[in-house]
């Protein structure tokens, strides 16, 4: 393939997918602004194991910088782009509502500029489970209606899906949006459940526990997700609009209360929980249908729970010490 930009290449999906590409013999142009949304030494972790690699170049750079974005296009000329950052977080989007709209509609805009002005083999994209909203059908398929988000986050996620369409469609400019479901494993992101359930139950402390537990997750391995990557970034949309959306999923959704049992399973260890309401902007289910994924790249995600979560776990011990 040759040059592939990777944005958020010191995020969690961002720095598995540069490791593997680079493992393929791929040139690897990393952009990421390292923002503090979550500890910035994890992030600098992450770079550490990439950036003596010959094949890998970073730079720091926000997205919503216009100028700085359309400049870093006009010299990288990347043939490739995986659009991985995003300010995450379905919770945060009710505090800081502003966050989601500087990075994932300006800067995603500015990728998008960045791509039509210098034309690009493919375009692949992080999009979420979450602009399933309030959907009731289960398991969601990308063909079901997505009018209905239930955090600003989510409906960003949904802008940037229509914004790829009319970018395909005006410019040709080939895109392909990936639904993520509740994605894990090591060099995770903190934010998350599993991140702060372990650290809790480590550390002796409570964890809370939403919707009483009575919540169900697609939870779907890291490793599942840079396949799945890999596999679409080569199967490039065609016309008349080169536009593509995917899922990528386990298909096997789990109860929160049997999650955490698996969990204090790997740890050794049982949690103490405080069970709470749902929190606003949160959906009970998320559940994904793979089969346009399958039938299209010849791929499903099916690590299984508790092989993921001992990896995870065996992870954490190490990088903490704990």
């Given at each position: 393939m040759s040059k592939i930009l990777v944005t958020g290449a010191a995020g969690f999906i961002?720095?598995?997918l540069c490791q593997r590409l680079l493992q393929q013999g791929e040139t690897v142009i990393g952009l990421d602004n390292l923002n503090d949304y979550y500890d910035v030494s994890l992030k600098e972790a992450r770079l550490a194991q990439l950036k003596d690699r010959a094949n890998f170049r970073f730079t720091k750079l926000d997205l919503a910088d216009r100028?700085?974005?359309?400049?870093?296009?006009?010299?990288?000329?990347?043939?490739?782009v995986v659009h991985l950052a995003a300010q995450a977080g379905v919770r945060y989007s009710l505090e800081n509502p502003h966050a989601y709209v500087d990075s994932n509609l300006v800067g995603f805009v500015n990728v998008l500029e960045g791509c039509r002005h210098n034309p690009v083999k493919h375009l692949v994209y992080a999009s979420s489970s979450s602009v399933y909203g309030a959907n009731k059908k289960i398991p969601f398929a990308v063909m079901d209606n997505v009018?209905?988000?239930?955090?600003?986050?989510?409906?960003?996620?949904?802008?940037?899906?229509?914004?790829?369409h009319t970018y395909s469609h005006l410019y040709g400019v080939p895109t392909t949006g990936l639904r993520f479901f509740?994605?894990?494993?090591?060099?995770?992101?903190p934010d998350m459940a599993y991140f702060s359930f372990t650290k809790a139950i480590l550390a002796g402390e409570p964890i809370k526990v939403f919707n009483h537990g009575q919540m169900r997750r697609d939870f779907t391995y890291i490793?599942?997700?840079?396949?799945?990557?890999?596999r679409v970034l080569g199967y490039v949309p065609t016309s008349p609009v080169p536009y593509r959306l995917y899922n990528i999923g386990n298909h096997s959704p789990f109860n929160l209360g049997d999650f955490i049992g698996i969990l204090e399973d790997c740890?050794?260890?049982?949690?103490?929980?405080?069970?709470?309401?749902?929190q606003p902007g949160d959906v009970p289910t998320t559940y994904a249908d793979v089969a346009d994924l399958m039938a299209d790249v010849g791929f499903a995600p099916a690590t299984p729970l508790s092989v993921g979560l001992s990896n995870?776990?065996?992870?954490?011990?190490r990088f903490y010490n704990s």
């Open positions: 961002g720095f598995h100028q700085g974005m359309a400049e870093f296009f006009a010299q990288e000329k990347p043939e490739w009018d209905h988000p239930v955090s600003l986050y989510a409906a960003t996620k949904k802008a940037n899906e229509l914004m790829a509740t994605v894990y494993g090591p060099w995770g992101r490793d599942d997700v840079v396949e799945g990557l890999v740890l050794g260890k049982k949690a103490e929980k405080v069970f709470l309401p749902m995870f776990v065996n992870w954490y011990r």
